[in-house]
């Protein structure tokens, strides 16, 4: 009765490796890669979201706005979702039919929205929450686009009683 017991232990593994080789050819290790600019041809910053619509497949755009995605994908079409903040949200569709490489580029335009006001919150080690309602200052739109700064932050320096904001470079 051994002999019966391994020679099905035999067909369930031959059977099981069967159904792992036709997942396999099913869904192909696709790589999806791009380059992400903005509409005057300049590199896009580094938060733009890149997502294959329908998985829980995605990446980022490093500095240069270059995006790599690998996911295993059957034959078919998808669609990739470009997104950050400040740019429209993008849709760009593209077919796997056999290749295991793939190149899709973007071209995003910048989204402008009026902005009332910009509320910046922080609080040092030890503020109790009665304390925070002496250091609340409003700031109007206007008085951010005073001055010769494109920098929000730096925009901010000075202008609100005992803020003190700094930057890390690196």
């Given at each position: 009765?051994?002999h019966?017991t391994?020679k ?7 059977l099981l490796?069967?159904g792992m080789?036709f997942s ?7 790589t999806?890669s791009?380059k ?9 910053p ?12 995605g ?5 240069a706005?270059n995006?790599s995605i690998?996911?295993?994908?059957k034959s078919?079409?998808?669609t990739?979702i470009?997104s950050?903040?400040g ?5 760009q ?8 490489a793939?190149?899709v ?40 686009t005073?001055g ?9 320096q ?5 803020a003190q904001?700094s930057?890390?470079?690196?």
């Open positions: 009765m051994r019966k391994t099905q232990q035999m067909q369930g593994l031959a490796l069967s080789l396999l050819i099913g869904f192909a290790q696709v999806v791009g992400v600019t903005e509409a005057n041809a300049a590199t896009a580094a938060a733009i979201s890149v997502i294959i619509r329908g998985t829980n497949y990446a980022s755009t490093d500095a706005g995006y690998s996911a295993p994908l078919g079409s998808y990739l470009f950050g903040v740019y429209q949200r993008q849709e569709n593209f077919v796997v039919s056999g290749g295991n793939y190149t580029d973007a071209q995003l335009t910048a989204q402008i929205s009026k902005l009332d006001e910009v509320i910046v919150t922080g609080t040092s080690l030890g503020t109790t929450r009665k304390q925070l309602g002496s250091y609340i200052s409003t700031l109007s739109g206007n008085e951010l005073k010769a700064t494109g920098n929000v932050l730096a925009s901010l000075g202008k609100t009683a005992g904001i930057q890390n470079s690196g």
